[in-house]
């Protein structure tokens, strides 16, 4: 049984020092977490990380729920579900000590934030190595940490990544300006897939050889490597990619097909001999014309196959046709909505969804992982910690500290915790989490 109690997770076991903003660094150490990790999250009430900012709608215009706006934002659970959040100035000398202590007894560094911030911070790879040689430091800055390379006093943004290394330039149809993708921000996550893989390499390294390592990541690197066959293609045969849309440059048609309903779309492809011959009897007589007649016909015909298609799609519903094709034995499906994928049948029955307990909140919701282990499934401590609810928790456990070293610390603003941890309150759409997960109402059956 998923979460079941009696499971060892694999990474039992493992401490992480985060030193994390928004997603690359966070969304990696909540898949360490996820699997058993205890991830130290270092937070600042100087410097909030950017998931904290954004708040809630349903909370912002309560002047009531300002000092806690920052625990509910929903972006919050999503990076840092499992984690432990702890509060620390690091900017000062003390604070600085403190978390060096924490990261002598830690196996994972990571941290994306920028290479001259962090050797500012005085927790550099040099920094950290003299108090934990075995450590595992996983950087990830945008451009990589070696300060003789010409980027490397530039700061980056998961969604700038996109245009510096041409990604953009590809998105979009010919006759438009490139159109990025930066409200996704995919060159963040590529990075915090990038940073778990090396991640769990380095501590194997460690293993092997008892030796730490230095895991220098850089970002722009990761996001050049989704252009590959592209490069690869301009290098051997002097061939520029264009932008192309929805098309494809193997065969045609490929594209997002209108239906009859507004903003309604279903993306087809049938740009083989068999599943061409397929649509074609499905679409007489729209498609029988000699301009479509072989695969290079319909290639190089493409702008005209895809006008007549289209005019044929706009006569059904989406759905509908959808289902015929499919039964035929051509591959489509509807363009989905983020409605669509909340609802969808595949990622609630394979429990995608996942909910634990919040002290903000009581419960919360946020995206379970892709990656599944038959033997280990993923689990979280909570659904995301309030703003330095952990840190009394953390220094006491994990580096022994004294109560009256804790007060004094607390008194002079080097550490903090959770401020109003009396102040909890409910999601308005709370009563409704049991859709998205069947057969759970109460956050204490995913514990």
Same mark, same amino acid.
């Given at each position: 049984?998923?979460?079941?109690?009696?499971?060892?997770?694999?990474?039992?076991?493992?401490?992480?020092?985060?030193?994390?903003?928004?997603?690359?660094?966070?969304?990696?150490?909540?898949?360490?977490?996820?699997?058993?990790?205890?991830?130290?999250?270092?937070?600042?009430?100087?410097?909030?990380?950017?998931?904290?900012?954004?708040?809630?709608?349903?909370?912002?215009?309560?002047?009531?729920?300002?000092?806690?706006?920052?625990?509910? #934002?929903?972006?919050?659970?999503?990076?840092?579900?499992?984690?432990?959040?702890?509060?620390?100035?690091?900017?000062?000398?003390?604070?600085?000590?403190?978390?060096?202590?924490?990261?002598?007894?830690?196996?994972?560094?990571? #941290?994306?934030? #920028?290479?001259?911030?962090?050797?500012?911070?005085?927790?550099?790879?040099?920094?950290?190595?003299?108090?934990?040689?075995?450590?595992?430091?996983?950087?990830?800055?945008?451009?990589?940490?070696?300060?003789?390379?010409?980027?490397?006093?530039?700061?980056?943004?998961?969604?700038?990544?996109?245009?510096?290394?041409?990604?953009?330039?590809?998105?979009?149809?010919?006759?438009?300006?490139?159109?990025?993708?930066? *409200?996704?921000?995919?060159?963040?996550? =590529?990075?915090?897939?990038?940073?778990?893989?090396?991640?769990?390499?380095?501590?194997?390294?460690?293993?092997?050889?008892?030796?730490?390592?230095?895991?220098?990541?850089? !970002?722009?690197?990761? *996001?050049?490597?989704?252009?590959?066959?592209?490069?690869?293609?301009?290098?051997?045969?002097?061939?520029? !990619?264009?932008?192309?849309?929805?098309?494809?440059?193997?065969?045609?048609?490929?594209?997002?097909?209108?239906?009859?309903?507004?903003?309604?779309?279903?993306?087809?492809?049938?740009?083989?001999?068999?599943?061409?011959?397929?649509?074609?009897?499905?679409?007489?007589?729209?498609?029988?014309?000699?301009?479509?007649?072989?695969?290079?016909?319909?290639?190089?015909?493409?702008?005209?196959?895809?006008? *007549?298609?289209?005019? %044929?799609? #706009?006569?059904?519903?989406?759905?509908?046709?959808?289902? @015929?094709?499919?039964?035929?034995?051509?591959?489509?499906?509807?363009?989905?909505?983020?409605?669509?994928?909340?609802?969808?049948?595949?990622?609630?029955?394979?429990?995608?969804?996942? =909910?634990?307990?919040?002290?903000?909140?009581?419960?919360?919701?946020?995206?379970?992982?892709?990656?599944?282990?038959?033997?280990?499934?993923?689990?979280?401590?909570?659904?995301?910690?309030?703003?330095?609810?952990?840190? @009394?928790?953390?220094?006491?456990?994990?580096?022994? =500290?004294?109560?009256?070293?804790?007060?004094?610390?607390?008194?002079?603003?080097?550490?903090?915790?959770?401020?109003?941890?009396?102040?909890?309150?409910? @999601?308005?759409?709370?009563? %409704?989490?049991?859709?998205?997960?069947?057969?759970?109402?109460?956050? @204490?059956?995913?514990?």
């Amino acid at each position: 049984m998923e979460n079941s109690a009696d499971v060892l997770s694999p990474l039992a076991g493992l401490k992480v020092f985060e030193l994390g903003i928004a997603i690359a660094a966070p969304n990696c150490g909540q898949k360490l977490a996820s699997y058993g990790a205890d991830v130290f999250k270092l937070e600042s009430l100087g410097n909030l990380d950017v998931v904290r900012l954004l708040g809630s709608a349903w909370a912002k215009d309560d002047p009531e729920l300002s000092q806690i706006l920052s625990d509910t #934002s929903p972006y919050v659970p999503e990076m840092n579900a499992g984690k432990y959040s702890v509060g620390i100035d690091l900017k000062n000398e003390k604070g600085l000590k403190i978390a060096l202590r924490l990261l002598a007894h830690c196996d994972v560094f990571l #941290s994306n934030v #920028s290479a001259a911030a962090v050797v500012r911070l005085g927790l550099d790879y040099e920094a950290v190595k003299q108090i934990n040689p075995n450590i595992i430091y996983t950087q990830l800055p945008g451009f990589g940490s070696d300060p003789e390379l010409p980027y490397y006093r530039s700061l980056a943004w998961g969604p700038n990544q996109s245009p510096l290394v041409g990604l953009d330039s590809l998105t979009g149809f010919a006759e438009d300006p490139p159109a990025g993708v930066a *409200t996704t921000a995919p060159p963040d996550y =590529m990075s915090s897939l990038h940073a778990l893989v090396a991640t769990l390499a380095g501590l194997e390294h460690r293993d092997t050889t008892g030796k730490g390592v230095h895991v220098d990541l850089s !970002q722009f690197e990761a *996001t050049v490597s989704l252009l590959g066959p592209f490069l690869l293609d301009l290098e051997v045969n002097e061939h520029e !990619q264009d932008r192309i849309g929805n098309a494809s440059i193997w065969g045609a048609p490929q594209g997002v097909y209108p239906s009859c309903e507004p903003e309604r779309w279903i993306a087809i492809t049938a740009d083989d001999a068999d599943s061409w011959k397929i649509l074609k009897e499905l679409a007489s007589p729209w498609l029988d014309s000699d301009l479509f007649h072989t695969e290079r016909d319909r290639l190089e015909n493409a702008q005209v196959l895809d006008q *007549t298609l289209s005019d %044929w799609t #706009s006569s059904f519903s989406s759905d509908d046709l959808t289902v @015929r094709l499919q039964v035929a034995g051509v591959a489509a499906h509807i363009v989905a909505t983020n409605e669509d994928i909340l609802n969808d049948g595949h990622v609630i029955d394979r429990g995608f969804y996942k =909910m634990a307990p919040s002290t903000r909140l009581g419960r919360d919701l946020f995206s379970g992982s892709a990656i599944r282990l038959s033997d280990a499934p993923s689990r979280f401590r909570n659904a995301a910690p309030a703003l330095g609810e952990d840190t @009394r928790e953390v220094l006491d456990k994990f580096i022994g =500290m004294e109560r009256e070293e804790f007060e004094e610390l607390l008194a002079a603003g080097i550490i903090f915790e959770m401020t109003e941890p009396e102040s909890t309150h409910k @999601r308005p759409w709370d009563d %409704w989490i049991h859709i998205l997960i069947p057969g759970f109402e109460d956050a @204490r059956d995913l514990r």
